[in-house]
């Protein structure tokens, strides 16, 4: 299969969208272009499946042509289990964005452009075996954030949308030194490389890896929240138009959270080791920290904002952990909180365009009146507290289990700390949904409201459905995902 | 004689419009604007085509004069900038009642860049550099009833004065050391003796002025801001491409053996320029003058580009210029416009401009993601190529700073395109009408960056040439 269509298909729906005129044109061609990208993508999952038993490397559909011949930069595409579990998650978060922006009136074109124009980022960094393409497509992702934010944004918009983008430059320029330090630390035939496989295959040496994983991990970090540097997400997310918070929290922390893994982890496996304490104080701080901030929040949209930054604690963690279960754990929990926070979004877009308020003390009784939505929102609710049975429990209890693999106090006791933040989980999530959607109706103009409409039932059943699946039959996405977290683990080494 | 013909091919066309555009102004007194503006872009059109097929090399008048294919390649950067200045100021001109002189002006300039870039003598070189700074003061100057015009041509031409003076003083000290003032002669004797290093800083300080680098940037925001946009836009790529083409060469060509040398000089002044130039730009209210200071952040930059030494660096340096001309111009068209029409140039006029000019916001937002160093943007390119060029003398912390400027730099981007879609205004500027000439201009900036980096063709040309 070619890797390319993946960015060719939404490239020129979107110079389509650019073609046609009125609302009901354009959405439809942001609608069939995300169907297609869905199509395209569970395409990709059973030819990926057929070609993985007879392919003897750890990358398919290999595609390489010569970019800048000059500097050795290629264009160089590939995928293993962790970037189809990644395409395929984009699909989904995309096509129930495109689903809940249905009634986007103002600015429709321009606003449905940004977001396939993101996807295409997002297909770009998941597929790129080359650093510069994949830096060049991290990038290609940060602006239209910032426009969708300022433009569709709500509340503080303009400073959110300028934090964020700002924040998530300085990180890639972090991640950029980190790159040049690869780059220029790497001989292959006398030429320096981008090229990732090659890299891998060229240990660098001890000294130059403690200099350049910080760089590359923190860049990386800043955009899947690493503690300090999480300060863009409350913010950013609650400002965002629904679409692109879903997008936000559902795939672009994960380019921070795969760059991590994928960069910095597996391409400089020493510095990792020597680094791994720090990150895993910082993701546990974060996870703890993201818990408690969540308690305080009275705006849904600040809940499930703080609630990611404490989530995404627990990709890091894995990470930080370095055993194979842990880091299958994290990925799992990429793909996980990418489905529920993308799917709490819509649900409080929902609520909010029909009430007009996300303030947790304003809502009430809405079962009564929309219990679609509300059913929802207590699905959602239970995944994200760890429910058995969906798609949290499976993702956490996995990292949990790698970390205790690791025996020594300081791990168990991360560990401890780390899992004793479900219990504060399930406490701003049982009040946030309790109180909101159970109870009497607070204010009599609510009885008036309708139920969710049939483009905002098809983007909730699509994500449920992801969730229900990870959570039931979770060997299926670990049976994608191992053969790649074992090339990562070769690199690393065993550790116990 | 035919020899002269070849290789002196690209000055002799300049030189031949020049003249004809004076004819033009003693023969036909009344000629109308749009003809003589209709008249010179073609020129100016042809002028650039006929350059892409000059390709002979070779030297002139006793080695005074030399020509190469990158040489020939760089006038034909300048002739493509020049063109897209001309096209875009289209509407200033028309109401200006001195076209025909100001093209003479702009044209002389040129043709002194195109002098100094073949000199292959630093005494030819001072002649080239004179030749193209004098006639700057007066296109300064070209707002004739506005004072603040007169004031930025009296300010260009007392710094570009001194700097002159710095020069020479390095130059004729050169001469004392080498006895000549031959590139070859130079480069075989340079060496970093006290008297030599002293001159050699001294033509640094004298470069350094032209291209406006901290702390030689001093006259480059009032100047830009006084001087008419379509003069501003001419200085801030053309006078300062050229500008960084011939530094560009001498140092690596004629100083290379006193690479460590001025490899701490570049990587001192690209910091400062770097940062001082953003602290700056970051107050700004006025775009000409938010785009001085801008430019003087990415002087910085390509000085990064330079400290990098090799050919790659080299490379990335005319490279950058390129993208630079397409994506500085193409934001100075769209004030130009809106400068010439509406009178309006500060950045809160901007706001809620793209409720009533879409395409022209679209046009200067790619621009300014283009400065910032955005992909998939031409800029994001050059940047990557230029800093990439200057990790590759392992200064990480150089390069560290540089990449966390692009951050800073953003920031103040980012304030005009928020103005832009984000700040509601209730009396925006109106829709501005333009002509096929600024339309056109617009189209080739835009087209430029957006091909210049997908499409590796230019990069790879010009490393081929470097090579």
């Excluded at chain 2, 004809?20 to 749009?34: D, G, H, Q, R």
């Excluded at chain 2, 009296?154 to 130059?171: D, E, N, P």
């Excluded at chain 2, 500085?328 to 793209?354: C, M, P, Q, R």
Aim: proline share 2%; charged share 10%.
């Amino acid at each position: 299969m070619n890797l390319s269509l993946l960015l060719i298909l939404p490239l020129a729906f979107s110079l389509l969208l650019l073609a046609v005129k009125g609302l009901k044109q354009v959405r439809t061609v942001a609608l069939l272009a995300a169907v297609a990208q869905l199509g395209l993508s569970v395409f990709l999952l059973f030819k990926f499946l057929q070609e993985r038993v007879t392919s003897s490397s750890d990358f398919v559909f290999d595609q390489n042509y010569t970019w800048y011949k000059a500097l050795n930069i290629n264009y160089h595409v590939g995928v293993d289990g962790i970037s189809v579990a990644m395409i395929l998650l984009t699909a989904f978060v995309v096509l129930a964005a495109v689903l809940v922006s249905w009634k986007q009136e103002h600015q429709h074109k321009e606003f449905f452009f940004l977001l396939l124009f993101l996807s295409l980022g997002a297909y770009g960094f998941f597929i790129s075996l080359d650093l510069f393409t994949m830096f060049f497509f991290l990038e290609v992702a940060v602006i239209p954030k910032f426009l969708l934010i300022g433009i569709w944004g709500s509340g503080k918009k303009e400073y959110s949308a300028l934090k964020l983008a700002l924040m998530l430059m300085a990180g890639s320029a972090l991640v950029f030194v980190g790159l040049s330090g690869l780059y220029f630390n790497t001989s292959v035939n006398g030429q320096h490389t981008f090229d990732l496989l090659q890299i891998s295959q060229n240990s660098i040496a001890t000294n130059l890896q403690y200099l350049f994983f910080p760089f590359a991990f923190i860049g990386f970090g800043i955009f899947t929240a690493l503690f300090p540097f999480h300060t863009w997400v409350p913010d950013g997310h609650s400002s965002a138009p629904t679409a692109a918070s879903m997008f936000l929290a559902g795939i672009s922390m994960k380019l921070g959270g795969y760059g991590c893994l994928r960069v910095a982890t597996y391409l400089m496996p020493d510095a990792a080791h020597h680094y791994s304490t720090i990150i895993i104080v910082l993701s546990c701080i974060a996870i703890l920290y993201g818990a408690f901030a969540t308690m305080m929040q009275t705006d849904l949209k600040y809940i499930n904002a703080y609630s990611s930054v404490s989530h995404c604690g627990f990709v890091l963690l894995g990470i930080g952990m370095l055993t194979k279960t842990s880091i299958n754990g994290a990925v799992l929990q990429m793909v996980s909180h990418g489905l529920m926070t993308a799917l709490f979004f819509a649900v409080i877009g929902m609520i909010y365009e029909r009430t007009h308020t996300r303030q947790v003390a304003q809502l009430g009784g809405l079962l009564k009146v929309m219990p679609f939505i509300s059913s929802v929102f207590v699905i959602v609710g239970l995944c994200s507290l760890g429910l058995p049975g969906l798609s949290g429990f499976v993702a956490e209890m996995t990292v949990f289990m790698g970390s205790w693999q690791r025996a020594d106090t300081f791990y168990r006791i991360a560990t401890i700390v780390s899992a004793a933040s479900i219990v504060v989980t399930a406490v701003y999530i049982l009040r946030a949904v309790g109180s909101s959607i159970m109870g009497p109706i607070k204010h009599t103009e609510y009885l008036k409201l309708g139920d969710a409409a049939w483009n905002e039932k098809t983007a909730a059943v699509l994500l449920l459905v992801g969730i229900l699946i990870m959570g039931l039959v979770p060997f299926w996405l670990t049976d994608l995902i191992n053969p790649g977290t074992e090339v990562i683990m070769q690199k690393i080494g065993m550790i116990k | 004689m035919n020899e002269f013909f070849i290789l002196m091919q690209q000055e002799l066309l300049l030189t031949a419009i020049i003249f004809i555009l004076l004819f033009v102004k003693l023969a036909a007194k009344e000629v109308e604007a749009k003809t003589l503006l209709l008249l010179t872009n073609i020129l100016l059109g042809i002028n650039l085509v006929a350059g892409f097929f000059s390709t002979a090399s070779g030297s002139l008048f006793g080695d005074m004069f030399h020509t190469s294919e990158l040489l020939h390649l760089e006038k034909n950067i300048l002739n493509l900038g020049t063109l897209i200045i001309s096209l875009q100021s289209y509407n200033w001109l028309m109401k200006h009642k001195h076209a025909a002189e100001f093209y003479i002006l702009m044209l002389s300039t040129l043709l002194g860049m195109f002098f100094m870039l073949s000199s292959s003598n630093l005494l030819m070189f001072y002649v080239g550099l004179e030749l193209a700074s004098i006639p700057l003061a007066a296109m300064a100057n070209f707002d004739l009833d506005k004072k603040r015009s007169a004031e930025a041509a009296m300010k260009y031409i007392i710094s570009s004065a001194f700097a002159s003076g710095l020069l020479l003083f390095g130059i004729s000290m050169m001469y004392g050391v080498a006895g000549s003032l031959n590139f070859a002669d130079l480069k075989a004797i340079a060496s970093a003796t006290p008297l030599f290093l002293f001159s050699f800083v001294l033509i640094i300080a004298g470069f350094g002025f032209k291209i406006s680098a901290v702390p030689f940037h001093l006259w480059t925001a009032d100047v830009y801001e006084g001087s008419p946009i379509a003069v501003t836009s001419y200085l801030s790529v053309i006078s300062k491409g050229s500008m960084i083409f011939v530094m560009t060469s001498v140092l690596f060509t004629v100083f290379d053996k006193l690479f460590f040398q001025w490899y701490n000089i570049m990587a001192v002044l690209a910091v400062l320029s770097m940062i001082v130039g953003n602290l700056f730009a970051i107050r700004q209210q006025n775009i000409k003058r938010f785009l001085a200071f801008s430019s003087i952040s990415q002087v910085g930059f390509i000085l990064i580009g330079v400290s990098g030494g090799d050919n790659t660096g080299f490379s990335s340096v005319i490279y950058f210029v390129l993208i630079y001309i397409f994506s500085n111009l193409a934001a100075f068209g769209v004030l130009s416009l809106v400068s010439t029409e509406k009178g309006k140039e500060t950045i809160d006029d901007f706001k809620g401009f793209y409720k009533t000019n879409p395409l022209l916001t679209w046009v200067l937002a790619i621009a300014l993601f283009s400065l910032a160093g955005i992909p998939p943007t031409a800029g994001f390119f050059g940047k990557f190529f230029l800093i990439l060029a200057g990790a590759g003398r392992n200064n990480y912390l150089l390069i560290t700073i540089a990449a966390l400027n692009m951050v800073v730099s953003l920031y103040y981007y980012l304030r005009i395109i928020k103005a832009m879609f984000m700040d509601a205004n209730e009396a925006p500027i109106e829709k501005v009408e333009m002509g096929w000439s600024p339309k056109l201009a617009m189209a080739i900036c835009v087209g430029g960056i957006v091909v210049t980096g997908l499409v590796s063709g230019a990069y790879e040309y010009i490393y081929s040439l470097v090579k």
